[in-house]
């Protein structure tokens, strides 16, 4: 058997198990919270896990060695430090992150400054995480072709075939635990391949001088091993341009929500950045070995050489291990977990944006869990062939990951972080923040794109160190300007806005209307009996799923709650809409669509002081929706 037909046979197997892992959660998924959030229960490991997986992708790993190889340790400021700082910064912010009762990024913004800002929000996310794949497709593209000689478009149909059919399944939690898979897959191969080159140079092999491990490492020059030999100046423009972008990325926070707790999701980021570091360490230590296996590659310097560096871990896989092939489809098998684990937490984030701040939140409103999951399936499939077509157009592998990031950044970052911890931050000032900056950068990135010769220095840089990046300084610049500036000219954000964060407008805005309930009541004992409780972390989980005896007209059927009973708001749209009695927006009652036309979905999750004032108050909100459609001739069913 060749080294082609045990890869197809290690994939088939492999992809087999991540659809069983997958099928596995599908039967556990009972509420939207179990598929977007993996149910709010992920630990710290599988969390540092995923997290490190997700940043760690098959192009990223083939680019990250080809800088080592020209640049040393002065090109970690380009993709390496941000990947391992950003999610320690995450790990400081997440006691934030978590305390916010959404499941995406543009649901947060919406409730932060109202409607006007979801949508483009969602369009522009979908946009980042679509150009993050294209360097998971590049990267695959890339292995198969050097091991295998196959067409690009292979990559392409691997990684949408697999990843559309786990995700799907299973969502985050699959997405999640095939992670842990996937990065034990990466780490083996990376950790495996830097002896494997040490000790092709100890040897003597591939036609090299033998020397020793000692002699090796001794023989690297000093420079080489300064990691600010790119300069402080060029440190900083770096870290300003990318970092605020990656801090900012849907995907990290998703996570952080679904972790049991803060202080596990805090300690997930933290394990997944030593990870990384570990995984980037063997990518060093492979670099210093192959340079002396391929000195002419290192000769030519940044720019020009990268060509041939990016590559160059393959090919020596390919030349090492040209009588083991075996080791060739396991490291296949390798790359392509790196890229799928990527791919598949940048089209669930998409996808995201598309099925619930796009098709429920503007087209259909009423959508039931099956037609978002349906949306949800052709949207991952949508971004994967997206991103091939985009691999097309951008060909480096690090700079679709930098071009996606410096979008981010410009356009969102302030919007996001200034609704976040500035209460006078508008509606008005996040809107033209976020235009204002997506434009100014998209339009520096084409100008570069076309400027720049090939394999050449980027064309902006040329003009000044401060346009390196695509310019992403001066949009970000930019976008703060017109963020702050037009925030302090307009009207600050209303109560309801402001209550998910910040908690003494909570406090105030809130209503404390629970009626009395007795205990012993046989009806709130029979509620109970239906209703559905976990504990993970600080918090229970209270999900009451519901069933409606006729047809139900959800749009009216909110507004005649809103008008019956003032507590209930809709801050973020009609598809959900919350109780509000008190600060804690996590903690209050929130209604949903179910899985099919007549079920709707009753939730909680408030902190384990207050868990039996909570059912009382999830009682209260069932009797209130219950009288609500009675008036309408529907009854109320528990499942």
Same mark, same amino acid.
């Given at each position: ?30 509420? =939207?919270?179990?598929?977007? *959030? #993996?149910?709010?229960? @992920? %630990?710290? &490991? ?6 490190? +997986? ?126 842990? =898979?996937?990065?034990?897959? *990466? #780490?083996?191969?990376? @950790? %495996?391949? &830097? ?6 140079? +100890? ?131 390798? *790359? #392509? ?13 998409? +996808? ?288």
């Amino acid at each position: 058997m060749d080294s082609y037909s045990i890869f197809l046979v290690m994939l088939i197997v492999y992809i087999a198990g991540l659809v069983a892992i997958s099928w596995y959660f599908n039967s556990r998924q009972k509420s =939207i919270t179990d598929f977007w *959030l #993996a149910g709010r229960m @992920i %630990g710290p &490991a599988a969390l540092g896990f995923s997290a490190a +997986a997700s940043w760690l992708t098959a192009g990223g790993i083939l680019a990250v060695v080809g800088y080592f190889m020209l640049e040393g340790m002065g090109s970690i400021w380009g993709f390496v430090a941000p990947n391992i700082l950003a999610l320690l910064v995450i790990a400081v912010l997440v006691r934030k992150i978590k305390s916010l009762p959404a499941i995406t990024q543009p649901e947060l913004l919406e409730q932060r400054y109202g409607s006007a800002i979801r949508l483009p929000i969602a369009l522009i996310i979908t946009v980042v995480m679509i150009l993050f794949s294209v360097a998971d497709i590049t990267g695959l593209s890339l292995v198969l072709q050097v091991f295998y000689g196959l067409d690009p478009l292979y990559a392409a149909a691997i990684i949408a075939i697999s990843v559309s059919l786990y995700v799907t399944l299973g969502g985050l939690s699959a997405v999640i635990w095939t992670d842990v =898979i996937q990065f034990a897959f *990466l #780490a083996i191969f990376a @950790i %495996g391949i &830097a002896f494997a080159a040490v000790g092709t140079v +100890a040897d003597g092999g591939l036609n090299t001088t033998a020397i020793s491990s000692s002699e090796l490492f001794g023989n690297v020059p000093g420079s080489w091993w300064n990691p600010f030999s790119i300069g402080i100046p060029m440190v900083l423009i770096l870290s300003f341009a990318i970092i605020p972008g990656w801090i900012t990325e849907q995907d990290p926070w998703q996570k952080v929500w679904a972790a049991r707790d803060a202080k596990s999701a805090s300690r997930g980021m933290i394990l997944g950045s030593l990870m990384i570091a570990l995984v980037f360490a063997a990518c060093a230590v492979i670099a210093i070995a192959l340079n002396s296996i391929y000195p002419e590659i290192a000769k030519l310097g940044y720019p020009a050489g990268m060509a041939l560096a990016e590559p160059a871990l393959l090919n020596f896989v390919n030349e090492r291990f040209a009588y083991a092939p075996v080791v060739i489809a396991f490291s296949a098998i390798g *790359l #392509a977990a790196a890229s799928m684990s990527c791919t598949d937490t940048f089209s669930t984030s998409g +996808a995201s944006c598309v099925s619930r701040d796009i098709f429920q939140r503007y087209i259909k409103p009423d959508a039931t869990m099956k037609e978002m999951l349906a949306v949800n399936r052709i949207s991952v499939v949508a971004i994967i062939l997206a991103a091939t077509a985009g691999s097309f157009v951008i060909p480096n592998i690090i700079d679709a990951i930098q071009i996606a990031t410096f979008i981010a950044s410009s356009s969102y970052f302030f919007p996001l972080m200034g609704g976040l911890y500035w209460k006078r931050a508008t509606k008005e000032g996040a809107f033209a923040g976020m235009v204002v900056g997506f434009v100014v950068q998209v339009t520096l990135v084409v100008l570069d794109l076309i400027k720049t010769p090939i394999l050449a220095s980027n064309y902006l840089e040329t003009i000044h160190p401060i346009l390196t990046g695509h310019g992403v300084i001066v949009g970000m610049t930019m976008s703060a300007i017109v963020f702050f500036g037009v925030s302090l000219m307009t009207k600050p954000s209303s109560k309801i806005n402001l209550a998910p964060f910040f908690e003494e407008e909570a406090e105030e805005l809130a209503r404390y209307e629970t009626k009395g309930i007795n205990e012993t009541d046989e009806s709130y004992s029979a509620f109970l009996k239906n209703v559905d409780e976990k504990v993970t972390g600080e918090r229970a989980h209270l999900q009451l799923n519901l069933q409606t005896s006729g047809n139900l007209n959800w749009h009216e059927m909110i507004e005649q709650l809103k008008t019956s009973y003032p507590a209930w708001v809709t801050p973020t749209g009609l598809d959900s809409i919350y109780r509000l009695t008190h600060g804690d927006m996590l903690a209050c009652v929130v209604i949903t669509r179910g899985r099919g036309e007549r079920d709707v979905w009753l939730k909680a999750e408030p902190t384990l002081e207050v868990v039996e004032r909570q059912k009382k108050e999830l009682f209260t909100a069932y009797q209130e929706l219950k009288k609500v459609l009675d008036q309408k001739g529907v009854k109320l069913n528990f499942y």
